[in-house]
């Protein structure tokens, strides 16, 4: 499935609502998020991929495509995305590292790391096609 495409989103759904773990960690979580991947047209990636969900109770709820107000954005470079879920860099790194910028409530956002980290960890199965030079580290899934 190619990132951030409708399927991913929807496969993405399926399987943090299913994981136990996850769901435990998420439990309360009411927010919403927008997601950026600013293109890298020197590695192939040519446009801005805006998406975007929510959740209740922990559960994601909607995803989408396109801006929408949301309470969080995180922003950065297609390959910081990638790096992120071929392991190569935690999701809470690139964030201090200013790598993955981030509006929002920062604390409140931070406090959710263990959740991220489980996320992270559910998006690693999900066989996923990156663009570009980027395909070269395509996901097998799980």
Do not use: C
Request: charged content about 25%; aromatic content about 10%.
């Amino acid at each position: 499935m190619k990132l951030a495409s409708l399927e991913y989103l929807e496969e993405v759904k399926k399987r943090s609502n299913a994981d136990p773990q996850y769901l435990e960690l998420a439990k309360g979580n009411n927010e919403s998020y927008t997601l950026v991947l600013e293109p890298e047209p020197a590695q192939g990636v040519h446009e801005r991929i805006v998406i975007g969900f929510n959740n209740v109770d922990g559960k994601m709820n909607e995803v989408w495509i396109g801006e929408r107000p949301t309470l969080f954005t995180l922003s950065a470079p297609y390959g910081v995305w990638v790096d992120i879920l071929r392991g190569k860099m935690g999701a809470t790194k690139a964030i201090t590292m200013r790598k993955l910028k981030t509006q929002g409530p920062f604390l409140q956002l931070l406090q959710g790391a263990n959740r991220i980290i489980r996320w992270v960890e559910i998006l690693t199965t999900i066989p996923t096609e990156f663009e570009g030079n980027y395909a070269q580290y395509n996901l097998p899934g799980k």
